[in-house]
């Protein structure tokens, strides 16, 4: 056993995880360790401090929901958050991101519609002369409650059963109910699109990313004389003077000439997610990381559902520890037969636990009532 009494010339210390931590603590916070009593046995053990009683404070943007989430409240921090929007559209660092809510107006049909469609085509098709439109239906409903938890799956389904005719069919589906002219018919895209307009000091949107298939930007852009460049594949890059449109998605213009769909990888369905969830270098995946990181981002008929996009968001919000995104939501309406007080308790849960979510992945939530409502 070593010996207290032991006596050397030399000097030596005792190396001891206490003693390490200590300097650790020391080192990086700029503070001194809490102070230490040594017993008469040589051990040394934290001295404990009288300390007043703390209340715990919660910091501005943590405030419970409850007291948060008010008529009065949310629209006034609507306003506040529209101010900000202004000051990166004036600092040309606005991004606007585009789901399918911009082309519905059009008659560019939703997602669930899209594969409601797509599906009755597929079941058309193997049916017998076409099947009777009943049996058509029937099957497609019991098709869609089969898969109804994974419409990715359905799409797989549907994009293996239609087989070499799966491109034209989705191109015809897409547009088949397109209304025109366009600038009669689509108040949103219409608004976007002026944005996107250089003004003579030259503020304008700094880039757009679409998740959307469809031309309907580019032909309102054409209508407008505004310079753009579609971007679909890697290669692509737009000049000094033109917008870039990103469709990280892919594209599917109405003129087939413009079509190059063997150099666009369409993420239609799973398949599609996993080859970008796969390839953390894909070009689509570092053009919404860099305008993530470096831009204000601003989602237009997009919830931020997206599997990728929110994969991304998450990721960049983890190492920048900022909200300086938006994301426009509508406020869920009364529920018919539900009593006031039910009401008010379910759009405080609802829409604080979304607000709360999202400002996880780095969006606040631009919320509002009605389509016609005017927020300016």
């Not at 230490?36 to 009288?50: D, K, N, R, Y």
């Not at 409903?141 to 069919?169: M, N, T, W």
């Not at 366009?182 to 503020?203: D, F, V």
Request: glycine share 6%; hydrophobic share 35%; with cysteine.
């Amino acid at each position: 056993a070593f010996s207290r009494d032991y006596r050397s010339q030399t000097p030596f210390h005792i190396w001891t995880i206490d003693r390490e931590i200590k300097e650790m603590v020391k080192r990086f916070s700029g503070k001194s360790p809490p102070p230490t009593t040594t017993s008469a046995e040589g051990e040394t053990t934290p001295t404990v401090l009288a300390e007043p009683p703390q209340t715990l404070a919660l910091p501005a943007e943590a405030t419970p929901i409850e007291k948060r989430d008010t008529k009065e409240t949310w629209k006034n921090v609507r306003t506040r958050f529209l101010s900000e929007l202004g000051g990166a559209y004036r600092s040309n660092d606005l991004v606007l991101f585009l789901g399918a809510g911009v082309s519905v107006e059009a008659g560019i049909p939703t997602w669930n519609n899209l594969l409601r469609s797509l599906l009755t085509e597929l079941v058309s098709s193997k049916a017998k002369s076409g099947g009777n439109a009943k049996d058509v239906e029937q099957t497609v409903d019991r098709l869609q409650r089969q898969h109804g938890l994974s419409p990715l799956l359905i799409a797989r389904y549907i994009r293996v059963g239609l087989g070499a005719e799966f491109d034209k069919l989705l191109s015809t589906v897409l547009y088949r109910d397109l209304k025109t002219p366009l600038q009669e018919h689509t108040k949103l895209l219409n608004s976007i699109a002026k944005i996107c307009r250089p003004t003579r000091n030259g503020l304008s949107i700094k880039a757009v990313v679409t998740y959307n298939f469809d031309d309907l930007l580019e032909a309102r852009l054409d209508e407008l004389s505004i310079d753009y460049f579609s971007i679909y594949r890697e290669s692509d890059v737009p000049k000094s003077h033109e917008l870039g449109i990103y469709h990280v998605h892919g594209f599917l213009p109405r003129d087939i000439r413009r079509r190059e769909i063997a150099d666009s990888l369409l993420v239609f369905s799973e398949e599609g997610y996993h080859t970008v969830f796969m390839d953390p270098y894909s070009w689509s995946n570092i053009v919404q990381l860099n305008f993530l990181r470096q831009s204000t981002c601003l989602l237009i008929g997009l919830s931020a559902q997206d599997p990728n996009l929110r994969r991304l968001a998450d990721f960049i919000a983890r190492r920048i520890k900022s909200t300086r995104h938006f994301v426009i939501l509508r406020r869920e309406p009364t529920e018919a037969g539900m009593n006031t007080g039910a009401q008010e308790l379910y759009d405080t849960i609802s829409h604080g636990l979304q607000e709360e979510v999202l400002r996880e992945i780095g969006f606040n939530v631009l919320w509002f009532e009605s389509f016609d409502e005017r927020c300016v």
